[in-house]
C-alpha cells in the first residue's frame, strides 16, 4: 500500500484528522506530531505548511494500551501493510518473521516522482525546535554495494540547498561504497520502510534476502530505479545525489532505532529533488513518547528476537516477545512455557544477550497477551514474589541503550522478574483466574449474553467507546 | 443523590445515591428474577468488563426478605476516571481530572465534621425500619450473594465494620468480609496488623472477652469511603464521613450492645467476635485477579441482632475484577478514597509528596508516589515508613517518580521505570523474608501461608521500592512548552481531545 494510500485508509477508518489552517510556526507541526502521540491521538495530516507538499504526522505512530482501546498500538502498521486492522501482535510476528516459500519477483513500474529542482529546503520538511535543522525523520536510503541493493533506515537533517545529514545502521554504513549514488526516499510504503529494517538488521529469517525482496514479500511494493538503484515506485519524493562519510552527527533528535543498531553519518550531495504532484511527507516525532520510530523498533526488534530465541534451544517454547512501547523499549515481556526450573533464568538471560535496548525482563505463563499489557502488568507485580522472582544479575553487564543511566557504558546489573507459575510447583498451588469464563457455569454466561441488552445495559467492550 | 449546591449531599443514603446514577442513565434496574447464586454476580462481573452501568437487582430469587435487592458494583468507576461514580457520590464533579479530584478530597479530609446522634426510631434512623433481635435472627434470609464458583460461601464484602477499642473511646470502621456459615454465624477475616484485627487478636482475645461489632451493610457513600481509608488509630472515621459529605453523619445506637452505627445504613447486623473460636473462610477471588486458597480458620461472628431498612438494598463487590483494565469497587475506591487520603497521612507525616496513587492495573499492591525530592535518604525513609504502617501487609511496592511525571498515567509511570530505574542502583528490597504478609496473595505456596491463627501467612516475604526519578533530567523537552500548548490548542481546535492527565 502506498504511503498516500494509508494516509487515506487512516482518514476513511476515523483515525487521521486533517487541519487545513495555515501553519507558518515552523516547529508547530512536530509539536503537533509530538502531543497527538503523547495523548493518544490520530494520526494528522497539515496540508498547508511551508515548503512544498503537506505532512503526515503519527502515520506510523499508534496509541498505548493503557486503556482497553478498540486500536492496538500496530494497528496502523497493519492498515499500512494491507491486513485486518485488528491483527494481532501474533499475525504480524508472524508475518515479519514467515517468508513465503518461494522469492516473490520485484515488480517493477516508472516512479510517480519527477522533477528536477535540487533544493532540498523547498520541502516542507519540518523542525523540531527554533534552532534546529530540517528533519528527515521517516525514510530509506538506497545504495547499491557490488550486485547488492541495500537498503537503510534514515534520520537525518537538511544542511543547505544541496545536502542531507543522514544517519544509517552501521551495517549498511560500512558496506557503502564511498562516493557511491545513493537515493533517499520519504514516503515510502509501510512494508519498504519495515524491510529496510529487517534486512539492515540482518534479521532471520531474511538475511539472505534482498530488501526490495523483503518488501515484496510483505506487500506489493512495485519498485522503479533510482540514482541508488531501486526504491519503491510510489515514494513520495526521491532525493538522489552522492554519498561521503560525514564528519559530524546530525543534531536532529535519535531515533528509537538507533538504541539497536549503531548508526553513522553520511553526507548526501544531491543532485535532484523529484516529488510527486502534492506530495505527502512523513513526520514523525523523534524522541517523544510513543513516536512512530518507537513503534517500528518494537515490531522489528519483537520480530528478531522472535526469530532468534524460538528454535534456539531445539525447541519453540515461546508464545510471544515484546517491548512495550509505552516503555520506550527499555523492558522486554516474553510469554513462554517454563521448560523445567531454571528456563526462566536461561530466557531473560538469552533475551538480554540478543536485545541491546533493555536491562529488564518480564517472564509470563502462555496465556498472557501482547495485547492485555494491563494484565501482564497487573501479573508482574502479583505472581512474583517480591523477593524470590525479581532476580537481578551481578552489576557486570553492558549498559542497555534505551535507559537514560550509565549513557557512559559503565557496567551495572540486569534485571528479570519471574511472573511465570513455577514449574515446581504442584497443580493444585495454580490460582484460577478470576475472569467471566472460569468463574460461571456456561448456562449462567450464555442466559446473561443474550439478556444483556434487553436487561437494559448499553456498555461496550472498549473504554473509549464508552467515553464517545 | 441531590446536591444542595454546596457540594453537600442533602440525602445521605446508598439508596439516594443510587437514583442518582439513575437519573443520569448510569444505572439499570433489573425487573427480572435474578438469582443471588452466581448470576448477580456474573451481570455484575461482565458490567464492569464492558465499563457499562451499575445493575440493581430489584428482584432476587429465594430471598426470604420481601422486597430485598442487590446492587453489583455500587462505586466501580470508568476505566479512564476510577474516581468518577465516587465523586458523584460524594457531590463532586465526576468529570475531573485525578489531581484536581485529589486536592479537593484532600481539602474535605482535612475538614472533619463531628457526627451526631439521633433517636432509635425508624422515621429518624431508617435502619430500624424492622428489627430481628436474637433467635428472631434469620442471616440466610438475605440474598447475600455467591460471586465466584469455588468461593467458600456466600460473602457480604462491602460493608462497615464498626469495632471499638476497649480500652479508649475510638471506635474503629473498616472492611473485612464476611462468610456467610448458617443463621447466626459468619467468619470474618481479620488479618493481623489491620487495626480492627489487632484490637481482636491483642486486646480482646487475650483477655479472652467478646469484641462488640457491627457489620453495617449499604452505608451512604461518605461512610464507604472512609471505611477503606486507613484514618489513624484513635481517630474515628466517622469525623472524617462527616468532612467529605460537609455534613454531621448521624449516628444511631445498636439494638444489643453500645456501639452506634450510621442511622440511614440499609442493613445493620450486631453480633460479637468469639475469643479462640475459629470458622472457616475462604477460598475466594480476591482483589488482585485470582482466586485464592486454602480454606483457613478466621475469627466466627455471632450474631445477636439484625435492623434493616424495608426492602433492603445489599451492594457487593465482584472482587478480583478489579485488575488489568477492569474496574469494580475496590480498585475504584483504591484510587479515590484510598490515594488521597495516603497522599494525606503521608504529608502529615512530613514527607515530601505529591501525590500518592494506587497502580492502575493492581489495587492494594503497588503504589506510585510523585515527589519533589530524589535524594536517596529521603525516598529510603518515605519508604520505609510507609511499609511500617499502613503499606505493611498488602502492598509489595512503591515506585517513586518526578513532580514532572504523572503518577495518573501509567505509560508515564512505566515509562520512567524502564528508563529512570536502574537495576544497579534503584531497586531496594528490604531484606529477603523478613517482612509480614497476608495470605491473600498467590505468589506463596499453602505451606509457605500457612494457618496462622492471626491470619498473616507463616512465612515473610519482601517488599521493594523502585526509586523512577530523574526523569526530566534525563529527557530535556525538544518541544518547547509555548509549541506543546499550541499544539494542543490546534488540534482541539480539530476536534482531538487530549486524553486524562495530558
Redesign the interface.
Known sequence: MEFRETVDALATADDL???D?R?D?P??P???A???A?????A?LLSDVPGEGSLACGVRGGP?R???RARLPWYRYAVGMGLPADTSYGRMLDVLTTPPADRPSLRRRAAAASGHDRDVTSLCLPV???DDRQLVSDGILAVEAGDRQLWAPVRGEVRGRSTLRVHVPASVAKRAPENAPVSVALGVPTAALLAAHLSSAQTQPWRRWSAPEVAAALDDVPLAPCAGGLLPASAEVVVDGTLTRAAGSATV?RAAWEDVANSEPFAVAVDRVASRSDPVLPLAP?????GDDTHLTSLVEGARLSARVNGYWGVSPVSWIGL?V??????CFVASEILYAGFEWQLANTLFSFGPT???VVVLDTDATFE?L??A??DM??????????I??E?AAPAAT?????ADGQT????YVDAAWDPR?DE??I????E?E????EE??E???E??HA?????????EE??E | MSDDGDGIASEPSLRAYLDTLDEAGDL???T?EVSWD??A???A???G?????I?LFESVARSGVPGARLVGDPYRG???RPWDRIATALGLPADTDGATYYDAMLERLTDPVEPTTVASTPDAAPCKEVVHVGDDVDLLSFPWPYI???DGGRYSNLHTLVAPDPDSEWVDWSTHRAMVHDDRQASVLLLAGEQTPNLFYYKYERRDEPMPVAIVVGTEPAVQCTSVMWIPTGSDEARYAGGLRRAPVELVQCETNDLYVPANAELVVEGHLVPDKRLDEGPF??Y??????PRRSMPALEVDAVTHRESPIIPFCV???G???TENTTSSMEAGCVGPDATLGLRAAGFDVIRCVP????PR??YVVATETNDPGALHELANFIFTTWGMLHI??FIFVDASVDPF????V??A????A??????H?F???TMPKVPL??????DEKGDAQTGTSKAK????YIDAT??AA??PD???AD??D???E??A????V??EG?
Open positions: 484528522v486533517t487541519i489552517e501553519i510556526d516547529t508547530l512536530f509539536a503537533v509530538a502531543e497527538s503523547r495523548s493518544n491521538g490520530p494528522v498505548d493503557m486503556l482497553r523540531a525546535g527554533e533528535p523523534l524522541g517523544e513518547p510513543l512495550p509505552e516503555a520506550g523499549l527499555g523492558v533493555f536491562d529488564k492485555n494491563a494484565s502488568l497487573d507485580w502479583v505472581k512474583a514474589h517480591p523477593s524470590h522472582d525479581w537481578f544479575s552489576a534505551a535507559p537514560s543511566y550509565r551495572g546489573s540486569r534485571l510447583w493444585e498451588f490460582a484460577p483466574e478470576v467471566f472460569l468463574m460461571y457455569p449462567i454466561r442466559t446473561v449474553a439478556r444483556w436487561l437494559g445495559f448499553d456498555g461496550t467492550e472498549t473504554s464508552r467515553d | 439499570v434496574r433489573v427480572d452466581l448470576e454476580s456474573a451481570i462481573m461482565r458490567a468488563e464492558r465499563d457499562a452501568q445493575p470508568s476505566q479512564r465466584h464458583s469455588g477471588g480476591d488482585f485477579g485470582y482466586m485464592h486458597g472482587e478480583g475484577t485488575v488489568g483494565y497502580w492502575q492495573f493492581t499492591t503497588a509489595d511496592f498515567d501509567t505509560r508515564e512505566l515509562e521505570i524502564a528508563l529512570h536502574d537495576p544497579d542502583a534503584d531497586f528490597q531484606g529477603t523474608e496473595n498467590i505468589y506463596q505456596t499453602p516475604t519482601a517488599k521493594a530523574g526523569s534525563a529527557r525538544v518541544v518547547s509549541s506543546r499550541r499544539a494542543r490546534l488540534l481546535t480539530a476536534g482531538v487530549a486524553e495530558e
